[in-house]
């Protein structure tokens, strides 16, 4: 026996399907580009495989080479919240958004990598990310100068360009490790390594004479007075106070 529709009744509707993030459209081209060729691969097509209009992907993107560096904009834009929060340690903040933009790229490894040989084959997209590069690096600094301002804004330059130096250093090594190494162990250990290698860079400055402190500093120095137990306070007072006074006329 059948049963027929109730007369009136409306159709039912198939389920939506769930509209996909900027970040998952951007998975679907990187993997367009691998196969077919970044120049190959027009904009159309992207919009077809991620089942979105041509003009909703060109709301969510400007160009394609936006497409393949989606997730720093999003990084951008956290490492931008974590700036605006209160840190006790302005120079560590710096290692900690650096981390976060690590982290990220260890949780998307499989797409990171495909994504590292599309950026390889193509010129364009090579210049773009060393723009995105120097971008990470003058945000640091630009926060660093605005945090500290009591420290020499060269200091605030070198100390950005060392942390993303050393970052993107590890993070090479991270995309570029045989998977036979195991992904998750590699990734772990690089994670480690690219914390201690950050903490080296901090120490590095400390020993410069710019020590990284955590709050603005007044801009004094700090002087330390090593005298015998025994001796004589009044000629203690007057022994530092000379020392001083020669020291500020240098």
Partial sequence: MTVSPRAGAPDAEPPRRRALTRVEVADIAVRLFRERGYEATSATEIAEAAGVSRSTFFRQFRSKDDVIFADHDELF?????????????????????????FDRFRERLEIARIRDLVVRETPVLRDRETVMVIRYERMFADYLRSSVPAAPALAAIRFAAAVTATHNYELRRLIGSPPEEGPVRT?????????AELAEVRR???????????????????????????ADPGDLARAIEGQLRAASTR
């Fill in 77 to 101: 834009d956290q490492i931008a919240r974590h700036f605006e929060s209160a840190h006790p340690d302005p120079w560590l903040a710096v290692c900690d958004g650096a981390t976060m933009v």
């Fill in 187 to 195: 990734a772990s250990a690089l994670s480690s390594e690219l914390a």
């Fill in 204 to 230: 590095m400055f400390r020993q410069g004479g710019r020590p990284p402190a955590g709050r603005a500093d007044s801009g004094q120095d700090l002087v330390i007075a090593v005298f015998p137990a025994g």
